[in-house]
């Protein structure tokens, strides 16, 4: 097989390179601001190789989502398809096999625990993205926690646990299962006509609506809880303005009734989730 420079160019854009960068950027401050590593320890190559093996398990998890939504996305965002268009789907499996494995393999060059996790996480993203994707609540449920481990093995990495790991990661635990519901109504039609049973489609748009409200309203609780748990004001000052946003993507929510209504609250989400990252620097 010959790889050509659009199979390249095609490879970074499937491999979400941007989305790579900001996890890495938000497991390096998590573990300066949140976990007190010393700086000396995280400019060095050891935990280069960490910040590495962690987003090839992630690229790979992208591309192979890719390579199982191909049919799904030429309904929903043909614009966007790269697997099966600019990238053949052969070397999507290979892209995805040799980061997987080079992922495994660096992490257990770091340490056989962070090693088993990524097994267990490329395990899953496979799983997610060929079957539990397309059944009720589990593949959002499976790629929230995915989302939330990205921030909790860094405790594994450095032996050393921290309740403020514990609840960034649920808050991103919590957002992206938000985030993914509405992804789950913008992409309706695709998923309807391939027999996924998302909550959209099981229990109709006001279910799902009900459904990210609930989840929304535990996230809400998790968070008062842990605002009232620390003595940063700062932190506190910032998530009362996030929850402001938040109140506002509740109210759209409620009254959306367009899918440009949803994009719009899925990019509302996006920005929340962003906020959350920065809030990390502050604590």
């Known amino acids: 097989m010959k790889l050509s420079i659009r199979d390249t160019a095609s490879f970074l854009i499937a491999s979400r390179v941007p989305n790579l960068l900001i996890i890495a950027i938000a497991q390096f401050f998590a573990a300066y601001c949140l976990l007190q590593i010393p700086l000396d320890r995280l400019i060095d190559i050891k ?24 049919k799904i996305d030429m309904i929903n965002r043909p614009q966007h398809v790269i ?31 962070v090693g088993a996790i990524h097994i267990f996480s490329s395990g899953a993203l496979w799983m997610y993205s060929g079957i539990l994707k397309r ?10 926690f995915l989302t939330s481990l990205s921030l909790l ?24 299962f938000i985030r993914e519901s509405v992804k789950d109504i913008i992409s309706v039609k695709g998923e309807t006509a ?33 605002l009232l748990s620390i003595s ?3 932190i506190r000052y910032f998530f009362m303005t996030i929850f402001l946003v938040v109140l506002w993507a509740f109210y759209r ?3 959306a009734d367009r899918m440009k209504d ?21 604590a």
């Open 253 to 255: 929510l409620i009254k």
């Open 83 to 113: 697997v099966g268009t600019n990238l053949k789907r052969r070397f999507a499996l290979l892209f995805h096999t040799l980061l997987t494995a080079g992922g495994i393999i660096l992490g257990f060059m770091l340490d056989p625990f």
């Open 135 to 144: 059944q009720l609540l589990i593949g959002t449920l499976t790629i929230s």
């Open 194 to 226: 391939f027999g996924v049973h998302s909550v959209p489609i099981i229990w109709g748009i006001r279910g799902a609506k009900v459904v990210i409200l609930l989840a929304g309203l535990v996230g809400i609780c998790m968070i008062t809880f842990y």
């Open 262 to 282: 949803f994009e719009e609250i899925k990019k509302v989400i996006d920005i929340i989730i962003t906020l959350g990252l920065v809030s990390i620097t502050l």
């Open 153 to 176: 093995i860094l405790m594994v990495y450095f032996l050393k646990f921290n309740t403020l790991v514990v609840a960034y990661s649920m808050f991103g635990c919590v957002t992206i």
């Open 47 to 70: 935990f280069g190789l960490f910040l590495l093996s962690t987003g090839m398990i992630g690229a790979g998890g992208y591309i192979i989502n890719d390579y199982f939504d191909q």
């Open 232 to 234: 940063n004001w700062t």
